[in-house]
């Protein structure tokens, strides 16, 4: 998505650690005009199949998410991330590690809000080494809902993630994908 590219060339930035700093348009100050565009775009590549339900993941994804659901007719849930251990079975659970702070942490959804009759469109903001995926992936599978796809705003192309969750056979539509950064010179080249 040639806007998405344009934006990160303009104000992403390139940190040690394969991570990009994009907090001035996506995940801390919020382009709302931008995450419409990105919205409409998922649409339009997931135009051919049922979604009723948007799954992500606290907290990057929220406002991602619920800005792209208007264009689905969809309900969004998130998965939360957890303290304490849910032991009563109301829950789906999973645990995922952060890439960027290295921790790892429970994230759960509640049973009310997925189940066999949902189909499924996971969003997230970013797509690393995919371990947000595999979580997300696993409690929708344990709730037995269908995975229509996964939209993601920003891949790096040169991390595991991407290849990890195309073999799975899942539909992924990234809408840049990263084939290189270089936090010295800053430049970043983006593949097809
Ligand atoms: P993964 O689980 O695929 O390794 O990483 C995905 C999660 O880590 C995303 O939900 C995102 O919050 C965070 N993340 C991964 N790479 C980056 C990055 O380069 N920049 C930022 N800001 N977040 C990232």
Redesign the pocket.
């Known amino acids: 998505m040639k806007l998405l590219e344009e934006r990160i060339r303009k104000d992403g930035l390139v940190k040690e650690g394969?991570?990009?700093?994009?907090?001035s348009f996506l995940?801390h100050q919020m382009d709302i005009e931008l995450f419409n565009e990105m919205g409409k775009e998922w649409k339009r590549l997931f135009s051919n199949v049922e979604i009723n339900k948007i799954l992500t993941?606290e907290a990057?994804?929220i406002a991602i998410a619920a800005v792209a659901a208007q264009y689905f007719d969809a309900k969004v849930v998130f998965a939360k991330k957890s303290k304490s251990v849910n032991l009563d079975g109301s829950v789906y659970q999973a645990k995922?590690?952060?890439?960027?702070h290295g921790n790892v942490s429970d994230v759960i959804v509640s049973k009310k809000f997925l189940g066999p009759e949902d189909k499924v469109l996971i969003i997230?903001?970013?797509?690393?080494?995919?371990?947000?995926?595999e979580g997300l992936i696993k409690i929708v599978h344990e709730s037995g809902a269908t995975l229509q796809g996964i939209g993601i705003a920003i891949e790096?192309g040169f991390?595991e993630?991407g290849k990890k969750i195309r073999n799975m056979g899942v539909r992924l539509e990234s809408l840049a994908i990263i084939e290189s950064m270089d936090a010295a010179s800053g430049e970043i080249v983006f593949g097809k």
Do not use: E, M, Y
């Open positions: 394969n991570v990009l700093k994009v907090d995940n993941i990057s994804g995922v590690q952060s890439f960027t997230d903001d970013f797509l690393a080494r995919g371990c947000a995926l790096k991390q993630g």
